[in-house]
């Protein structure tokens, strides 16, 4: 039996960074939230955020398009909209499951 593997909190993930960086937790926090607020104001403004080595929060734009309704199977209409989306840096996703040779 293997048991459930829970991510970081935000919490865990600043006593982490200020172990390592040696700053104070409310330094890092501090960090982590204007990090935050420029890449949802950058993603707004200009489209895209880029997190070097991470990936790229980008705004996508979505056609209308017709789709069917799962309960009655009902054909629908669904309008256009704008989407966030993330895109893994190709750095990171080779680094957490390598490509196979």
Do not use: Y
Request: charged share 35%.
């Amino acid at each position: 039996m293997s048991k459930e593997k829970k991510p970081l909190t935000k919490a865990q993930l600043v006593s982490e960074l200020s172990e390592k960086q040696e700053m104070t937790k409310k330094d890092v926090n501090a960090f982590l939230d204007t990090l935050c607020d420029i890449a949802f104001k950058e993603t707004k403004k200009k489209g895209s955020f880029t997190l070097p080595g991470i990936g790229k929060l980008v705004l996508v734009k979505r056609k209308a398009r017709k789709g069917r309704n799962p309960l009655t199977g009902e054909e629908i209409q669904i309008k256009a909209k704008t989407v966030v989306k993330f895109r893994v840096a190709k750095i990171c996703k080779d680094t957490i499951v390598p490509p196979k040779k």
